[in-house]
């Protein structure tokens, strides 16, 4: 006779109170098929195992957990840049986030694109560099158009996208083609080269609510006066500059152009961050940081006008 053990005398009320605060890793490694009265506990309540995290060792065990809990997975999130995963075993992911502290091949990245899961997912965040065997340009935009282009797929359905690589942000994506109009993306984040390059971008979110951008160069280039965005709901917009040599100062002009690209949502926004990392803030006639009130009059302005 199997040994009953004081966790097991608790009432189903009381475990699942216990479980409320633990992962989905943690049921899934402590307490699925440990006995058949808590894998019914962990099977009937689907939000218990719905957020899984793969770690970066042991794949195959995790592999053999996709063939009992696959279709209760609904949130992802990879560690490793193996990315040969049963994705078809997951027919209920809506979100996924890739966060491998090692590049990921531009190659094996297309077992992901090419699944049939990935145009259901809602939300995919992208933290991993991604590179190329055979181009060695770590600048090149053609291996970030591997994770970049396929949002913009018509099929797709993602309403949030991140893809804020922790090596290095995109370079360009102006020339990229094969973009398409994304309907259901509203909110998305990007880590930036050029601030320029979100101009580029935008033109292709007409339903876009929030937008958060790391950007390290800010260049006041002329914009193609005809280019309209007024029609973007963007209701939240975040700018953090992350040039840490201070190679490019916050001027004035490169302040009003930033004023020029937001008067452009003045209708629909209603949340505005801004983070210049202090000492990009310099006026242009004596290079001295611009003061607070400043500052605030013209985010003022900026979200009155």
């Keep these: ?12 009320e009381i475990i699942l109170e216990i479980f409320n605060y633990l992962l989905s890793n943690d049921l899934m490694f402590s307490f699925l098929s440990l006995n058949k009265r808590l894998n019914d506990i962990l099977f009937h309540y689907d939000r218990l195992l719905n957020n899984i995290q793969i ?32 994705w078809d075993l997951l027919p209920n992911l809506r979100s996924l986030t890739i966060s491998s502290a090692i590049p990921l091949n531009c190659d094996h990245f297309h077992l992901i694109l090419n699944s049939k ?15 190329s065997e055979e181009v060695y340009h770590s600048d090149d935009h053609i291996v970030e158009g591997t994770a970049f282009i396929p949002i913009f797929y018509p099929f797709n359905k993602l309403k949030s996208f991140q893809y804020l690589s922790t090596i290095s942000p995109f370079q360009t ?19 930036l080269w050029e601030f320029e390059t979100v101009y580029f971008i935008i033109q292709y979110c007409p339903n876009l609510k929030e937008l958060d951008l790391i950007v390290t ?9 005809e280019l309209d965005l007024s029609n973007i709901p963007l209701q939240k917009f975040s700018l953090t500059m992350n040039d840490t040599r201070r190679s490019s100062l916050m001027t004035r002009a490169r302040y009003l152009y930033i004023t020029k690209f937001l008067k452009q949502f003045s209708e629909t926004l209603i949340s505005l961050s801004l983070n210049f990392c202090g ?21 003022e302005y900026v979200i009155r006008y």
């Design 55 to 86: 770690p970066t060792r042991n794949l195959d065990f995790s592999n053999n957990i996709f063939q009992l809990i696959g279709s209760k997975i609904q949130h992802l999130t990879l560690t490793t840049n193996d990315l040969k995963i049963p």
């Design 173 to 191: 994506v102006d020339d990229i083609s094969g973009m398409d109009i994304s309907q259901y993306l509203e909110r998305l984040s990007l880590k």
């Design 279 to 299: 000492e990009h803030i310099i006026s242009d006639r004596q290079t001295e940081k611009m003061n607070d009130t400043f500052i605030c009059s013209t985010l």
């Design 1 to 12: 006779m199997a040994e009953v053990t004081c966790f097991d005398r608790l009432s189903t």
């Design 117 to 131: 899961q990935f145009c259901n997912l809602e939300s995919f965040e992208m933290k991993s560099k991604i590179y």
């Design 217 to 225: 160069v800010i260049h006041p280039v002329k914009v193609n006066e």
